[in-house]
Nanobody
Framework: QVQLVESGGGLVQAGGSLRLSCAAS????????MGWFRQAPGKERELIAA????????FYADSVKGRFTISRDNAKNTVDLQMNSLKPEDRAVYYC?????????????????WGQGTQVTVSS
């Protein structure tokens, strides 16, 4: 059974940092692009960061550019999201996803495996 399990969410003060981790099991995703999405209350799920299979190409949404960093360890089958300078508007459920393509994708329809999500709350 293929699973993506996120961890590292929680409550943090504005300006603080959190590191989210996503561990994949059931198959290797070393040849697949990976992404982190988030969904805030009352809003649609949005892609905030994506990474190609090798980690050589990345995408960041404007809202997180310069503050968040996506990385992966193909040997461990993990992908992380380092979040710095957090803002109250970063509050959301964060989802890890694996794409069916090797180059990073900004299209949610290209992601066919999803984690259950982890809550991030930022207090002002």
């Amino acid at each position: 059974q293929v699973q993506l399990v996120e961890s590292g969410g929680g409550l943090v003060q504005a300006g603080g940092s959190l590191r989210l981790s996503c561990a994949a099991s059931g198959r290797s995703f070393s040849n697949n692009a990976m992404g982190w999405f988030r969904q805030a209350p009352g809003k649609e799920r949005e892609l905030i960061a994506a990474l190609s299979w090798s980690g050589g190409a990345t995408f960041y949404a404007d809202s997180v550019k310069g503050r968040f960093t996506i990385s992966r360890d193909n040997a461990k089958n993990t992908v992380d999201l380092q979040m710095n300078s957090l803002k109250p508007e970063d509050r959301a459920v964060y989802y890890c996803a694996a794409a069916r393509v090797s180059g990073y994708s900004t299209q949610a329809r290209n992601y066919n495996y999803w984690g259950q999500g982890t809550q991030v709350t930022v207090s002002s």
